[in-house]
C-alpha cells in the first residue's frame, strides 16, 4: 500500500488516465478527479495505521498478554466523547456540503418547500403547480422526509436547514438505537468502541448534515430492527403494528430500503428448515404483516396519486446514463474496502453469525447490494449508511468481553484510531 501510495505519487498521470471514468456532469468529474489526485494521500495514511497495528500486536506478543480487559466508561465520559465525535462529524459533513457548492440534492428539499406552500398558501395555482411538479419528479414515490421538511418548516422557514436538522437527529437516534439492540443481540459488548466506529465512520461523517437522506435512511433501517427483536422477543398485536409501521416509513422514506420487507419472512423460513417446524400461521402473520402489507400501501400510493411512472423513471435512472458509470465490481470493492473491511476483523470475531438476529443483519446487507444489482445502481459510498448499523451490530460480539479469554484491547486501540483516521480522512478530502 505505502509502495503504491509512492509511485502514485510520483506518477499520477499513469494511474489516473487507467481509473479515469468519463462522466458527462462538470461537477461529478472534477469531484472524481480531485478523488483520484488525493487517493494517494490515503493510502499512505493507511500504511502508517497498518504498520502502527503490526506494531502493536509484535508489542502484545512480546509481553506475552493482550493488556486486560476493555473498560466500561461512566455514562458521562462515554455522552461527552460522543458528543465531540458528533460535533466532529456535523463539521466535516458541513466543510464536505460546502465543498460540493451547496446543491439541494434531488429536489427532497425543494418537494418538501412546495409541500409547505400548499399548505400555507391560499394561492389556487398552487395545488395544480404541486401535482405538476409530483408527476414530474422522480422521486416522488419517497415521500416522507419532503412531509416532515413540509411540517418542519413550520418552526424553521429552511428547507436546508431542516433537512440538516432531521439527518443530524437521524444520526443520533442511530447511535441511541444501536447501543439498544446491541444490549439485546450482545449483552456482554462494550459499547462505546462500538460507538465509535460508528460515528467515526466516512458514511456517518459525510451524511450527518448533507441534503440527502442517507442518514434517515439509515436510521430507519436500525429502527426496524429494533422494532423486530423486541416482537420477537414478546410477541403481541402492538409490537407487530410497530413493526409493520417501521417498515411501511421506511418504504416510503426510500425505494432503497425495500428489502427490509423480505428480513422477517426469510429469518422465519430459515429457522423453520433448521428446526423442522413449520408454524403456518406465525409464518402467514409475518409474510401478510411485513410483506404484503407494506408492498400493498406502496401500491396504492404510486397508483392513486399516478406516480407509478415516476417509480419507472427512479428504477431506470439507477441503471442509465451516467450513474450507470458506477455500478462496477472495481466500484464495489473500492468503496467496501474503504468503507466496510476495516471491521472485517471484529465480524470474523462473531460466533453468533448463524443466530437469527445475526442471520437477519447480515441478510439485509446481502439484499440491500443486490438489490443494487439487480437495477443496476451505483455504489456509491454514501449508501452505505443504509448497511452500516447491520454490519456493526455483526461486530458487536468482536467486543465482548468474556472471562477467561485472551482481550485484545492493545491492538484494538491501535484498530479503533487507525480506522477512525482512515474514515474521517476519507471526509476531510472529499473521497465519498
Known amino acids: 500500500m505505502f509502495l503504491l501510495g509512492m509511485l502514485w505519487r510520483l506518477w499520477p498521470a499513469w494511474f489516473v488516465a487507467r481509473f479515469d471514468v468519463p462522466y458527462p456532469h462538470a461537477i461529478i468529474l472534477n469531484h472524481y478527479h480531485y478523488l483520484l489526485h488525493k487517493l494517494p494521500d490515503l493510502l499512505l495514511l493507511g500504511a502508517l495505521v497498518l504498520f502502527a497495528l503490526a506494531g502493536a ?16 466508561l461512566p455514562v458521562a465520559a462515554e455522552t461527552m ?9 456535523g463539521w466535516l459533513s458541513h466543510r464536505y456540503w460546502l465543498a460540493w457548492g451547496r446543491p439541494l440534492w434531488d429536489d427532497y428539499a425543494r418537494f418538501g418547500e412546495i409541500l409547505h406552500l400548499a399548505l400555507t398558501s ?3 395555482a398552487v395545488l395544480p403547480a404541486l401535482w405538476r411538479f409530483i408527476g414530474e419528479y422522480p422521486h416522488a414515490p419517497s415521500p416522507l422526509t419532503p ?9 424553521v422557514h429552511n428547507a436546508a436547514a431542516v433537512l440538516m436538522a432531521f439527518n443530524l437527529a437521524a444520526t443520533a437516534g442511530s447511535l441511541w ?19 465509535v466506529l460508528f460515528l467515526a465512520h466516512g458514511a456517518t461523517a459525510r451524511n450527518c448534515l448533507f441534503i440527502q437522506l442517507d442518514a434517515i435512511n439509515g436510521f430507519f433501517v436500525l429502527l426496524f430492527f429494533h422494532l423486530w427483536l423486541s416482537w420477537r422477543e414478546k410477541p403481541s398485536s402492538d409490537r407487530l403494528t410497530a413493526m409493520v409501521v417501521a417498515i411501511v416509513l421506511g418504504v416510503f422514506q426510500k425505494t432503497t430500503l425495500f428489502p427490509l420487507m423480505a428480513v422477517p419472512t426469510l429469518v422465519e423460513l430459515v429457522e423453520s428448515w433448521r428446526t423442522r ?6 409464518l402467514a402473520t409475518v409474510v ?7 408492498a400493498a400501501l406502496f401500491a396504492f400510493y404510486i397508483f392513486q396519486l399516478e406516480v407509478g411512472r415516476n417509480f419507472q423513471t427512479q428504477v431506470e435512472l439507477m441503471g442509465a446514463g451516467w450513474n450507470i458509470l458506477d455500478f462496477s465490481l472495481k466500484r464495489f470493492v473500492y468503496a467496501t474496502l474503504l ?3 476495516p471491521t472485517l476483523p471484529l465480524v470474523a470475531l462473531n460466533r453468533n453469525r448463524h443466530r437469527p438476529p445475526h442471520l437477519a443483519f447480515a441478510l439485509y446487507i446481502l439484499l440491500f447490494f443486490g438489490s443494487i444489482v439487480v437495477v443496476r445502481g451505483p455504489f456509491w459510498g454514501r449508501y452505505y449508511s443504509h448497511v452500516l448499523g447491520a454490519w456493526l451490530l455483526l461486530a458487536a460480539p468482536g467486543l465482548a468481553l468474556v472471562e477467561g479469554e485472551k482481550s485484545y484491547r492493545l491492538p484494538l486501540c491501535v484498530f479503533l484510531t487507525g480506522t477512525a483516521a482512515v474514515q474521517y480522512a476519507l471526509v476531510f478530502w472529499n473521497l465519498m
Open 57 to 72: 500486536l509484535w508489542l502484545a506478543a512480546r509481553r506475552g498478554t493482550f493488556a486486560g480487559a476493555w473498560p466500561r
Open 81 to 89: 466523547l460522543f458528543v465531540a465525535l458528533l460535533a466532529l462529524d
Open 122 to 124: 391560499n394561492d389556487p
Open 147 to 155: 412531509t416532515l421538511i413540509a411540517v418542519g418548516m413550520f418552526i
Open 177 to 195: 438505537l444501536l447501543r439498544a439492540i446491541v444490549r439485546r443481540v450482545s449483552p456482554a459488548t462494550i459499547f462505546w468502541p462500538l460507538g
Open 277 to 282: 417446524r413449520w408454524e403456518v400461521k406465525r
Open 288 to 294: 401478510l404483516a411485513t410483506a404484503v402489507v407494506p
Open 339 to 341: 468503507l466496510l473491511a
